[in-house]
Structure formats: structure tokens, C-alpha cells
């Protein structure tokens, strides 16, 4: 499994997937802090400069100084739209493209759930490294923009993420293993995730569903107890090692 | 059942109401080397696919040495999967590490060498097709499956690489059970002990190589005439030479099917002609193709 492994992270590593992953939310990060900081300067600039007139809420709003919780907030929105497209476009195509490429055959002698969780695993260690550190730059510039080191929910809110990352790679690597084709595998993924949101907008049952993790990371950051927030996590968890089990009886059918 | 034997039964594929395999039994002994010949879509591949587990069945049954468990199986296609962002030792060490087999560098390098490639740092996108499947022959050196799996192994190979194909299945001989699905009979007669010739997934002959030998070394006279031939005269060709195993005629062009050419044979050909005053527009001679064979004898067995 190791060996596996390792060759997993080697390709992903040389076909650059590794890389774009880590740049895309490094990125993210730092502009996410940059914009909370100054999305109030950048507006009011914008709108003098067209010479339009204002409403008495939204000057008081270009008046109150962004908050480090409105930041950070700023910083899990966009990370984690972003997120689930990259990881859409860098697994949903692991197990098939194994079958197109013809490589699959090296795998005969092979569990079968070995070839899925090693899969897994590597994508795992590169997502979880890539929001990792992209968690790193949001940090030190709150640090620098915001003078403020100390964030109530940061860490919870970080564990939902990764959790909701690890989701998403299973389901993508799930329909990598039952379609044979990449637009197929690709395609679905999408649709699922959109599926997933609009469950998860249910009153009472969706902020348990995978895709309603928002409401448990808005409700860390400004320093409330999330209700809710342990059966969020069984459940993804529980759902990812269902997306698992199903991958590895997809590649066993997966026969033409 | 012979712990030495992978027994296939009665196995049938359709894909889409087309009988890809049609009821086939094969009997293939351990450490053995068999080969699977037929035109384009006879089935072999499926067949192979099958065998190697890539492919599923709707009736039958395979045993493979006697005690059902899948063997240490290579499977190696026309087109090899191989990683292309490896070089060709990183590919090699990858295989012998996933099989759990110790090979170290040296034994690696070797059979890079042996297969004609160069242990460089060259990643196997920028490989030509032929480089592939060199590089997918040297899996079964540093490796030791039981079940060794060649689907048109030198489909893509030039003359230099089949002659290194020969020497690798000449040391694989005796280690490893080999089948190799292939359309080229002349080829598979230099390295098969035994071999099997389907046609639309069916099973038309299979024998020894010796036995088989009379159809693999085959010589084919093309002969384009002013009129059709009559039955008695397609009769009367067939006897006028001992090695004339079959003549089939489409229209003004025959085929005589020879076991092997000799001026002899072509004399009298001409010479039962100009005696009857046909007269010949056109003759030659070339190489028995799998096709002269079905449209030939082997169609008649």
C-alpha cells in the first residue's frame, strides 16, 4: 500500500496537480484577508469615483472597521467554493483514467480496496496539506492586517473543512470508479455537488447533511457553540467511508 | 481436475447480441507456451481480457491450475498502460515493489537492456509506441508471474524487436505459463508449443505446433485468369501437386494454398493452363495470411 502510495503522490506531484492545488488556495487565502480588509476603502473609492449617492445603511456600513471574524469568515466562504471544484477536477478522473490508459491491468493482483484507499489517501494528504496551508497565510495575514493573532473557531472550523474536503474527494473518486468516462465522471460530480447544496439549504435536517457545513463554521467564528456540530461530522464521515466501500464494489463490476 | 492445468469450459461473451465468444473450451498446460491466433475480432482479445480478469463472462468456467484461485497474472496489451510521467526503471521498480518481489537496480537495469531500451531518465510519454511495448516485455523479467498474458505483443515492434521477443519468451520458457494472442502466425509457430485458431469466437482447430505446422508455413499462388474457374477444374488443380492443400476461387482470381513453394508446383500450374488454353493475366506468390487460411482449408475443418 505504501508503494502505491508514494507512486500516487509522485504523479500527482509530476503531473503538477500537487502544486496548482497548493498555489490556487494559497492564493485564495491571502486575497481573501486582503479584501476583508479593505473591501470597505475599495467600495467607497469605486462609488465616489461614479459619483453615486448612498443610502444612510450602506455608509455606516463602509464606516465600521471589517472585523477579524468577518475576515476569516471571508476567508472559509471562498475557500471552500473554490475547494470543491479543484478537487472535483483532480479526482474525478483517478480510477478511470487507469482504465483508459490501459495502467489498470497492473493492478490485477491487487485488492481492490487498496487500489481505492491508497486513491484516496494521496488526494487526502494533498488536500488536507493545500487547505492547510492556505489556513497558514489566512493566519499570518489576519496576524499583519488585522493585528490579531487570536481567533475563537478557527481550529473547529478548520476540522470541518478538512472533513468536508475528505467528503468531497470520496464521492469524486466514487464516480471516478463507476463511469467509465472522465466527462461523465467529472459531469456527475458536479451535479452531485450542486444535489448536495440544495439538500443541505432543508431547514433542521440539512445542517446535518455533508454539503451544510456554513452554518457550523459562521456560527464558530463569532464565538457561538454550533448545535449540531458532532452529528455533522459522524455523518460526513460515516457518508465518506460509504463513498469508499461503494468505489471498491464499483471497480469490481467495473468489467466490459 | 490437474493442478497443472488452466481449464477453460465452455465460455461465452456476448456484447450488444454480438457472440463476441461462442462455447469456447481450451485446455492450456502449466509453464506452457500457447498461442491464440485469429483474424481481427475473432475474440482472442476478449478471450485474454477474460483470463486476466478485466473482462467479465456470461457463461463458463475458467480454473486456473486446478484450484480456482486467480494466479500472479501479467497482462500486456497491444497498447501497454504504463505511467507516463516515470522513467522506464522507475516503472520497473514500481512493478516489482507492487508484487512484493525483490529485483534489485542491476536486475532492472538489465532487462532494460535486454529489451533494447536505455536506463536513462527519459520519462515513457516521449517512448514510441514500439519503445512501450519493449518497456511492458521487461515487466515479465523483473517480475515472476505464473500467468503471463500477450495480447499482440509485437504488433507495433520492428524486425530487431521480435527477434528480442522470441529470446525473452525463450527465457521466460518453462517459468511462467505463457499465451499469445496474435493474428501472426508465422511468428507465433518461431515460440508456441501448442496453439488454438478461433473464428467468431468459436474454437476451429487446435493442436500442436508440429501438427500445426503445415498451415504456418504456407505459400499462397494468386492467379488472375480470363474466366472464372469450373469445380472440376478446381479439382483437377488440387491434384496436380501432393503440397496443394486447397484452391479457392473468387471470381477470375484463385488461390492455390501450398505447404511450401517449389518450381515444380508452379510449372505444372502453368503448363495444366496452357494446355486447357487459359490464358493468364496475372500470378503471384506471396506468404499464407490467417485470411487465406479461413477462406482455405482451416474453414473446411
Redesign the interface.
Same mark, same amino acid.
Not at chain 1, 490508459?101 to 491487487?110: A, M
Given at each position: 500500500m505504501i &508503494?502505491?502510495l508514494k507512486?500516487e503522490l509522485? =504523479?500527482l506531484w509530476? #503531473?503538477k496537480k500537487t502544486i496548482v492545488t497548493f498555489i490556487i488556495l494559497a492564493v485564495l487565502a491571502m486575497t481573501s484577508i486582503i479584501m476583508s480588509k479593505f473591501e470597505p476603502q475599495i467600495l467607497n473609492a469605486l462609488l465616489e469615483a461614479r459619483g453615486t449617492e448612498l443610502p444612510e445603511s450602506f455608509i455606516e456600513y463602509l464606516s465600521t472597521p471589517p472585523g477579524v471574524s468577518q475576515a476569516a469568515a471571508n476567508f472559509f466562504g471562498n475557500i471552500s467554493n473554490i475547494m470543491i471544484w479543484v478537487i472535483i477536477l483532480t479526482t474525478a478522473t483517478a480510477v478511470n483514467s =487507469?482504465y483508459i !490508459?490501459? &495502467?489498470? #491491468?497492473?493492478?490485477? !493482483? &491487487?485488492k481492490k480496496s487498496e487500489f481505492v484507499i491508497t486513491k484516496f489517501a494521496a488526494r487526502i494528504i494533498i488536500n488536507f496539506g493545500a487547505i492547510l496551508l492556505a489556513a497558514a497565510f489566512a493566519l499570518l495575514y489576519i496576524a499583519v492586517l488585522f493585528e490579531s493573532a487570536v481567533l475563537p473557531g478557527f481550529a473547529q472550523s478548520l476540522i470541518i473543512l478538512c472533513v468536508y474536503a475528505a467528503f468531497t474527494t470520496a464521492y469524486s473518486l466514487l464516480f471516478s470508479a463507476v463511469f467509465k468516462t472522465v466527462l461523465k465522471s467529472i459531469g456527475i460530480s458536479i451535479l452531485f455537488c450542486i444535489v448536495l447544496q440544495m439538500f443541505s439549504s432543508f431547514p433542521v435536517i440539512g445542517g446535518y447533511l455533508p454539503g451544510g457545513f456554513a452554518p457550523h463554521i459562521s456560527a464558530f467564528l463569532s464565538g457561538a457553540n454550533s448545535t449540531g456540530y458532532i452529528a455533522y461530522l459522524v455523518i460526513t464521515v460515516a457518508l465518506t467511508a460509504l463513498c469508499l466501500v461503494f468505489a471498491t464494489i464499483g471497480i469490481k463490476k467495473y468489467?466490459? | 481436475m490437474s493442478e497443472d492445468v488452466l481449464s477453460i469450459k465452455n465460455l461465452s461473451k456476448v456484447?450488444k447480441n454480438n457472440t463476441i465468444l461462442d462455447n469456447l473450451s481450451l485446455t492450456i498446460h502449466k509453464n506452457s507456451i500457447y498461442g491464440v491466433v485469429g483474424v481481427n475480432g475473432s475474440g482472442k482479445s476478449t478471450l485474454l481480457?477474460i483470463l486476466? *480478469?478485466? @473482462?467479465?463472462f456470461e457463461s463458463g468456467e475458467i480454473k486456473y491450475f486446478g484450484n480456482g484461485v486467480?494466479p500472479? @497474472?501479467?497482462?500486456i496489451?497491444d497498447?501497454? *498502460?504504463?505511467? %507516463?510521467?516515470?522513467t522506464a526503471h522507475e516503472f520497473l521498480q514500481?512493478?516489482v %515493489?507492487?508484487?512484493k518481489e525483490k529485483a534489485d537496480s542491476e536486475v532492472i537495469k538489465s532487462a532494460i537492456i535486454t529489451v533494447g531500451l536505455k536506463d536513462n531518465k527519459k520519462h515513457i510519454k516521449n517512448y514510441s509506441r514500439g519503445m512501450k511495448q519493449r518497456l511492458a516485455i521487461a515487466e515479465t523479467l523483473v517480475t515472476n508471474p505464473e500467468l503471463i498474458l500477450f495480447d499482440e505483443p509485437i504488433a507495433g515492434i520492428d524486425f530487431a524487436g521480435r527477434e528480442m521477443f522470441v529470446s525473452v519468451i525463450n527465457e521466460l520458457k518453462n517459468k511462467s505459463t505463457i499465451i499469445i494472442a496474435s493474428h501472426d502466425l508465422r511468428e507465433l509457430g518461431k515460440m508456441c508449443d501448442r496453439a488454438v485458431i478461433i473464428d467468431k469466437g468459436k474454437k476451429i482447430v487446435e493442436d500442436e505446433i508440429a501438427s500445426l505446422g503445415k498451415i504456418f508455413g504456407g505459400v499462397v499462388i494468386n492467379i488472375t485468369i480470363e474466366r472464372p474457374l469450373e469445380a472440376e477444374e478446381i479439382n483437377a488443380v488440387m491434384g496436380l501437386h501432393p503440397d496443394i492443400n486447397s484452391v479457392n476461387s473468387v471470381g477470375r482470381t484463385f488461390s492455390i494454398m501450398l505447404s511450401k513453394l517449389s518450381n515444380q508446383i508452379l510449372q505444372s500450374v502453368i503448363n495444366y493452363f496452357c494446355e486447357k488454353q487459359i490464358s493468364i493475366e496475372n500470378i503471384s506468390v506471396s506468404d499464407a495470411k490467417l485470411e487465406d487460411i479461413f477462406t482455405g482449408e482451416v474453414a473446411d475443418l
Open positions: &508503494t502505491m507512486k509522485r =504523479e509530476r #503531473s =487507469e !490508459n490501459g &495502467t489498470y #491491468s497492473l493492478y490485477l !493482483n &491487487t468489467r466490459v | 456484447i481480457r486476466a *480478469g478485466l @473482462t467479465s486467480f500472479h @497474472t501479467a497482462y496489451s497498447f501497454p *498502460g504504463l505511467y %507516463d510521467l516515470m514500481y512493478i %515493489d507492487l508484487r
